[in-house]
């Protein structure tokens, strides 16, 4: 009698909470009239920046030890003047400016060097159609300035072809302004992201209504306190799926059900493309992988471009080339991620061909390699999931991971052991 191996155990990854939904939750508490618990937020440098920055303009937030956080709102917008720190977040820089100018006061927000190299000019340009007095750095970045005694509302059009957080940050303060805001959006990307700002907004008790599409009608309600639990972040859980189908083990994150409000989590549905077997549930998240990739297909990540590294990475596993398009704001993130991706694949001896908004990876064995990071989170974590094959990645900055997950070194290791764990201690972020 012969007998079959026993299948490998399913992995469990622990995922920490979403920033995005942590970022809007924190923003919205802090509006909201009353107190908000927000259970298993994400710790990071993202949410930590954004947490100190909303203590800045004048909100009380504490923890306590059962992992939630409790907001005391202002119940309004913030009264003041400061300096305030947004370190690497996007989110901060888009997000809390609409939140100033909705209050009264004078406002400077700044950033590190890789912030300041991202566009706030469309950001800008609305709050000043808006009646705020708005200065922006040359070209116009950070430091913005916003000085306003509160905003009239009315009908504004914006341009969110570059990011779709100019659209959530001016969203988010919308039914802070005393007639409210008719939103007309031109052009938009990244649209998953919209709709979890205006489901956390309904959540917070906010009247939106997208009546034709493109145009939200949000009423000066206020904000009332809400509790909130902060699903796993999808993001991040596209490293740990995406291992599952390189290495033919099976990966399940749970807290990822069918009822997500983050659109990357439809990163398991590329993967089922590129041969993964894909299983969703109320309350998880599982791929099974075969340990080959099936490439020769094309793929639009336009509105879940935070995932498309992870597949671009692994692409040269794959049987046939794989193009991703569709991705050309993935250039005015933490690197041009298009351009640092092709690179690095280049690099590893990859033939990688790209386009204003478009990359193909073609098969190939990766040479070995020391990835350059460019202070970006996910391409440490992206090549992270290539080197679990190849075992002959190192990265410059592992400590960079600490954006969005200062834990994923150990959590990767712990599922999948031949991930090295960076030596001596992990860099405190710039
Ligand atoms: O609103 C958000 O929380 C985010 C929107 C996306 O940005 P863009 O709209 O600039 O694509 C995404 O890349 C970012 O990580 C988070
Ligand atoms: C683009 C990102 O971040 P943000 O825009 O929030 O800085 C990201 O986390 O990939």
Redesign the pocket.
Known sequence: MTTVPAPPEALYARVPGS??LT??ALLLAAAADGTSVLTAPLISDDTTAFRQALGDLGVRIRSSDDDAWQVTGLGRGPRGTGRIWCADA??AARFLPPLAAAGHGDFVFTGSDQLTARPVAPLADALRRLGAEVDTGPGGTLPLRVRAEGLDGGELEVDSSL???FL?GLLMAAPLLRGGLLLKVREL??RP?VDMTIALMRHFGADVAEDTPGAFAVRPTGYRAADLRIEPDA?TASYFLAAAAVTGRTVTVPGLGHGSLQGDVRFAEVLERAGARVRRTEDAVTVTGTGTLKGGFAVDMGEI??TFMTLAAIAPLADAPLTIHGIG?AR??ESDRIEAVARNLRALGVRTDTGRDWITVHPGNASPARIACHRDHRIAMAFSVLNLRTGNLTLDDPGCVAKTFPGFHEEFHRLFPQHPLPAGPARASA
Do not use: A, E, I
């Open positions: 920033k995005s970022n809007r996007g989110t990011s779709s957080q959530s990307v990244s992201y993001s471009s935070d704001h005015l993130k």
